[in-house]
T-cell receptor, first 114, second 114 residues
């Protein structure tokens, strides 16, 4: 597998607390993405990055922020976690500037907000 | 907005049966099409992709998909399934005006009975 790791793998947090998920890649790829996966919805794009400090919103960005201060790290922050943010979060990277290679996905972070 | 639909939520087959999973998309312009598979407890992996040329695309593990532009469809097929094909299958579309981003379908869960 390409070098992409997510941390933590599992997290339980309380409503109203901030949470940060980390995606780390060793491939030096320009594009990184955060998706959430929910039953019946497939994967929905939260935010993506096309370079250091270059990020943009996806389909379901409300309640989330991201940062990319280094090529290898893309952080997703839930500013004040809510139960509706209970989900499995996947990070992905693109192997090139085009979509030709598709994505390489991380193993996911299962987040439960109680 | 683009959308991707997958006809079946859950498909149950016996080993050696033939498989066809439906995928339809709503965008009328040039598209790039993908099928991803997610085995239980794992991350998504690319099965196959279509960009241009022969509309019948062969992927890994004996899977193939056919792009029918007039029907806005990209159905996934396999002549003879195995128990190890038990997984969730996601169709994804990247349209020419959507940059590096994909729209995923809701997924189809395939259960293959031994």
């Amino acid at each position: 597998d390409a070098g992409i790791t997510q941390s933590p793998r599992h997290k339980v947090t309380e409503t109203g607390t901030p949470v940060t998920l980390r995606c780390h890649q060793t491939e030096n790829h320009r594009y990184m993405y955060w998706y959430r996966q929910d039953p019946g919805h497939g994967l929905r794009l939260i935010h993506y990055s096309y370079g250091v400090k270059d990020t943009d919103k996806g389909e379901v960005s409300d309640g989330y922020s991201v940062s990319r201060s280094k090529t290898e790290d893309f952080l997703l922050t839930l500013e004040s976690a809510t139960s509706s943010q209970t989900s499995v979060y996947f990070c992905a990277i693109s192997e090139g500037q085009g979509v030709w290679y598709g994505y390489t996905f991380g193993s996911g972070t299962r987040l439960t907000v109680v | 907005a683009q959308s991707v639909s997958q006809h079946n939520h859950h498909v149950i087959l016996s080993e050696a049966a033939s498989l066809e999973l439906g995928c339809n998309y709503s965008y009328g312009g040039t598209v790039n099409l993908f099928w991803y598979v997610q085995y239980p407890g794992q991350h998504l992996q690319l099965l196959l992709k279509y960009f241009s040329g022969d509309p019948l695309v062969k992927g890994i593990k004996g899977f193939e998909a056919e792009f029918i532009k007039s029907k806005f469809s990209f159905n996934l097929r396999k002549p003879s399934v195995q128990w190890s094909d038990t997984a969730e299958y996601f169709c994804a579309v990247n349209a020419e005006n959507y940059g590096q981003n994909f729209v995923f379908g809701p997924g189809t869960r395939l259960s293959v009975l031994p």
